[in-house]
């Protein structure tokens, strides 16, 4: 039987993948269009942002916690990255390292006091908003020519999409699931008191995964106004959510620090073409949440599947 | 099906080549597929929106005009969602998409890769401020203004006038607002003496109204933006106070209520709104644009408005719960192209 156990976690890490391909297959078919270079960035170039802001999500949910606000965040970056990047870049600069300080310190108050991380996000999610309107009222602004071209890339082979979710997956991978330090992180959310008899600091250890949460958000803001060429306090409410269905389905559990950073960025691409995949097929509107949300049932129903069969 | 598609693709192109080397026909479009992109579909005016693109498309696919133009409603009103689906209606192969945007500026990216596709764009009501896209847009600001030269006419004497507004902080509520008052400084014997947001909904506005209302003087005149002059009678009506003269916005129960006084006293007002039938503009707009005319990027829509005389047959003409329509045919969107 030992020898079935390993296999079965091989089976779950690979499941992301899997369902990945299956949309993709099946989007092909649909669209044969769709198989081409072209067809490919066209798919997947909003999936850079969405994978970000899934990252992000999974820092705050390795030792964890829930973030309620990082949708409004993403927005509030993308507003900043339109109107002060652009004009004065130094202030801009300035202005989204203070808000990864902001996660960082959002993460130490989370710790100190004891509070929901629930709440507090959720509050948080309030005032990113209230910020966005205030630097950009109006939907608008431009993102900078440089943060265009970058999104904008043509890399040979590939979309550059690819390149670079891959590039960002894997060195996620290596810095959390690799390293030493990334293993006491996903301590402080597997069994934190053993993590802090052990010396080591949970305060530290939840404001680094805050701050990196903060600069994931940051890169999400910044690679979605390079798609888009301009900003809307609104833009990005969304992903607070996607992110969360981006990490589970990637293969993520909401407690006890369990998460792949590959499976999270595929996860984001696989609800990316899901919408893609869903609108080929002539779903009604009405209709498509419910068939979004039936996808990731699917999944999750295998995986549990695949669970049992590990746990015989 | 793949092969299917691509003989009809090739023919298509035969076809092209065909009729640019015969004299052009009104068949030129007739391969030509036109996709709408419509970020929301939640209120009674987008569903008349959509009605009346269904009505007036299929006619003209029945006709062989073009060969599909098909609908898409994004699930949630989002800015990331309608690019996305952009990208697919890119992917897709449609020759033109007609666009009501969730943002006038965040889908640009989406739409300039369309056009770096050969892809005609036509954004309209929501439009897009993507330099190579076309823009129908609406004069929400006239449509303020066009009240108070209403009120002017009818009302020499002046007099103390409340303002509905919409939905805060969205672009369509400060143009129309922004009319109300250039009309209302160009008429000095007009005051605006009190404002409430409304929302657009009667209930809303009803609320709105019945609650600033203790607080105000005698009022001769409401200007509103639409979806709130029902609302606003009601108000008036429960707080026993005298009915002024109430502009509408061409919604079916606004009519009605319109209708009832005028049977009852005479009551006189008017009613101005957008037809939701505008889509239709858009659409032979786009097919002319497919057909090789010479359209101006800036187009304006013509408002729909109802008076005293025409008030019974555009009543009679709209369903419970809608808002008075009309759909627009080739001749119409050639008159806009044509600036008349």
């Given at each position: ?8 976690r091989l089976l779950r890490s690979l499941l992301p993948a899997f369902s990945l391909t299956v949309i993709l297959i099946a989007i ?12 490919l960035?066209?798919l997947l170039n909003l999936a850079l942002p969405i994978a970000f802001a899934t990252l992000a999500q999974m820092c705050?949910i ?96 590939l979309p550059?999409t690819i390149y670079a979710s891959a590039l960002v997956a894997l060195v996620v991978h290596f810095?959390l699931m ?38 994931f958000?940051?890169?999400s ?18 992903y607070?959510?996607l992110s969360i269905a981006g990490v589970i389905l990637g293969g993520g559990e909401?407690?006890?620090?369990r998460i792949s950073p590959v499976g999270a960025v595929l996860g984001a691409m696989t609800l990316t073409l899901a919408a893609s995949f ?14 979004q949300?039936?996808i990731l049932?699917i999944v999750l129903?295998l995986r549990?599947?695949i ?6 | ?340």
């Amino acid at each position: 039987m030992k020898s079935f156990v390993p296999s079965s976690r091989l089976l779950r890490s690979l499941l992301p993948a899997f369902s990945l391909t299956v949309i993709l297959i099946a989007i092909f078919y649909l669209q044969p269009r769709a198989m081409s270079y072209f067809g490919l960035n066209l798919l997947l170039n909003l999936a850079l942002p969405i994978a970000f802001a899934t990252l992000a999500q999974m820092c705050v949910i390795t030792v964890n916690d829930l973030d309620l606000g990082i949708g409004a965040f993403v927005g509030f970056v993308a507003c900043v990255g339109a109107t002060w990047l652009n004009e004065s870049p130094l202030l801009g600069v300035a202005v989204l390292l203070l808000c990864i300080l902001a996660y960082a310190a959002m993460g130490a108050l989370i710790h100190l006091r004891n509070l929901p991380s629930i709440v507090v996000t959720l509050g948080m999610s309030f005032f990113w908003l209230g910020l966005a309107l205030l630097v950009l009222p109006t939907p608008g602004g431009k993102a900078p020519e440089w943060v265009r071209e970058a999104m904008t890339f043509k890399a040979p082979g590939l979309p550059t999409t690819i390149y670079a979710s891959a590039l960002v997956a894997l060195v996620v991978h290596f810095a959390l699931m690799r390293s030493s330090y990334g293993a006491v992180v996903r301590g402080v959310g597997g069994n934190p008191r053993s993590v802090e008899r052990a010396g080591w600091s949970i305060l530290k250890a939840k404001m680094s995964m805050y701050a990196l949460a903060g600069f994931f958000g940051v890169l999400s803001g910044i690679s979605l106004i390079g798609l888009t060429t301009s900003a809307d306090a609104n833009i990005a409410l969304r992903y607070t959510l996607l992110s969360i269905a981006g990490v589970i389905l990637g293969g993520g559990e909401f407690v006890g620090g369990r998460i792949s950073p590959v499976g999270a960025v595929l996860g984001a691409m696989t609800l990316t073409l899901a919408a893609s995949f869903l609108s080929f097929l002539r779903i009604s509107p009405d209709w498509q949440i419910g068939a979004q949300g039936a996808i990731l049932i699917i999944v999750l129903a295998l995986r549990v599947l695949i669970n049992r069969t590990g746990k015989k | 099906m793949v092969r299917f598609k691509k003989t009809v693709l090739s023919l298509g192109v035969a076809a092209t080549l065909a009729a640019v080397t015969q004299t052009p026909a009104v068949a030129d479009t007739a391969d030509k597929r036109i996709a709408l992109s419509n970020n929301y579909a939640g209120n009674s005016w987008r569903q008349a929106m959509l009605t009346s693109w269904d009505k007036i498309t299929s006619a003209a696919v029945k006709d062989g005009v073009v060969a599909s133009a098909d609908a898409f409603t994004t699930a949630e009103n989002q800015v990331t969602e309608q690019a996305a689906q952009i990208q697919n209606l890119i992917l897709q192969g449609y020759d033109a998409i007609v666009i009501n945007a969730a943002s006038p500026d965040a889908l640009n990216g989406a739409v300039e890769e369309a056009c770096a596709a050969g892809i005609k764009v036509i954004s309209f009501d929501g439009i897009v401020t993507a330099p190579c896209a076309w823009r129908i847009a609406i004069d929400f600001k006239q449509m303020g203004k066009e009240q108070l030269v209403y009120l002017a006419k009818h009302m020499p004497d002046g007099g103390n006038l409340l303002e509905i507004r919409g939905l805060a902080g969205v672009f369509v509520d400060d143009e129309i607002s922004a009319g109300i008052h250039e009309g209302v400084a160009e008429n000095s014997q007009f005051k605006i003496v009190g404002s409430v947001h409304g929302d657009w909904a009667q209930d809303v506005s009803q609320k709105a109204v019945a609650g600033i209302l203790p607080s105000l003087p005698e009022i001769t005149g409401v200007v509103t933006q639409g979806g709130d002059g029902y609302g606003a009678a009601q108000a008036f009506k429960a707080a026993g106070r005298p009915m002024p003269l109430i502009i509408m916005g061409n919604r079916q129960d606004e009519l009605k209520w319109w209708k009832e006084q005028k049977d009852a006293n005479g009551y006189k007002t008017m009613s101005v709104s957008i037809a939701p039938g505008v889509s239709t503009l858009a659409f032979w707009v786009a097919q002319q644009i497919l057909d090789g005319a010479d359209v101006p990027k800036e187009l304006t829509v013509p408002f729909l408005r109802v008076d005293q005389d025409d008030l019974e047959e555009k009543l009679a003409g709209t369903e419970e719960g809608s808002v008075a329509n009309v759909e627009y045919s080739l001749d119409d969107a050639k008159k806009v192209i044509a600036g008349k």
